[in-house]
Structure formats: C-alpha cells, structure tokens
Nanobody, 121 residues
Framework: VQLQASGGGSVQSGGSLRLSCAGS????????IGWFRQAPGKEREGVSS????????FYADSVKGRFTISRDNAKNTVYLQMNNLKPEDTAVYYC???????????????WGQGTLVTVSS
C-alpha cells in the first residue's frame, strides 16, 4: 500500500491550493480516504475524509465551507481543494486509508509522506 500526497506550497492568506493523494498497491475504491494535518508542536488532526463511493464526506469545523474533498476512483486519486487559506492552516498534510467512513485517526493506516502547506499573512 502506498499513498503519495502532493500539491502543497506557499501561498498568502486568502489563497488556494489543491492537494492530491494518489494511491497504489490496493483496491482504491474500497477505502475511505482521509486528509490529516500536523502543525509544528501540535498533534495530528483530521481535516476531511471521503467514503469509498463518495457518498459520505466529513470536514473538521475549522475547514467547513473552505475545503472540498473529492475523489476520482478511475485515477486512484483523492483531492482536497483548499480555498480562503488562513495562516492557521499551515501544516504538513497527510492522507491515509480506512475501511470505514470516519474521520477518527485511529481507524486510518498506511500514512503516506506528507506535503507541506504554508500560508503567510
């Protein structure tokens, strides 16, 4: 199982980025995919997740209305569109898989290497 997160970068407050999570080595459409982030000195927190058929999506309160998660199972990829970014969104973003629709980190595994998002004020 491999997950590769990409699309991070440096933007100013109010800007946008789209993260991608590409999966391989497993049946991609059988799993919920989640995005998590970890800022320096803070614990990892759930950002958003999407169920295997995209029927269920979850968002942290801090990103609702600004972030949108989607998936393309034909491309084995999940996207996280991040708009109106704020300095507090600065973190390393990771993706992971879960057999159930949830956003609780304890149900996720196969954490990929993260991608750094830096938002300046």
């Amino acid at each position: 199982v491999q997950l590769q997160a990409s699309g991070g970068g440096s933007v100013q407050s109010g800007g946008s980025l789209r993260l991608s999570c590409a999966g391989s080595g497993f049946r991609f459409d059988a799993y919920t995919i989640g995005w998590f982030r970890q800022a320096p000195g803070k614990e990892r927190e759930g950002v958003s997740s999407i169920s295997r058929g995209a029927g269920s999506t979850f968002y942290a309160d801090s990103v609702k209305g600004r972030f949108t998660i989607s998936r393309d199972n034909a491309k084995n990829t999940v996207y996280l569109q991040m708009n109106n970014l704020k300095p507090e969104d600065t973190a390393v973003y990771y993706c992971a898989i879960s057999p159930t629709p949830t956003m609780s980190p304890r149900f996720f595994r196969s954490w990929g290497q993260g991608t750094l998002v830096t938002v300046s004020s």
